[in-house]
């Protein structure tokens, strides 16, 4: 399954994260400076969020704090 999580960088987003890819889960994380290197897309709260960021998403996990 494909799961945008936010707060993907922080502490309780990255745990989360972490847990869904040892399950067999795609992530994307949703975070305020998104690595090359990796699953990631720019997102900030209260800022629109292209739907094409959220489009292969099947579920939204919302660990954002702003």
């Given at each position: 399954m494909k799961i945008a999580v936010t707060g993907?960088?922080?502490?309780v987003g990255s745990n989360i994260a972490a847990y869904?890819?040892?399950q067999g889960d795609?992530?994307?994380g949703m975070?305020?400076?998104?690595?090359a290197?990796?699953?990631?897309?720019?997102f900030s709260?209260?800022?629109?969020?292209?739907?094409s960021s959220l489009?292969?998403?099947q579920v939204l996990v919302h660990c954002a704090y702003d």
């Open positions: 993907a960088n922080g502490y869904l890819q040892q795609v992530v994307i975070v305020r400076k998104p690595a290197d990796k699953n990631q897309v720019q709260l209260g800022e629109q969020v292209p739907v489009s292969a998403a």
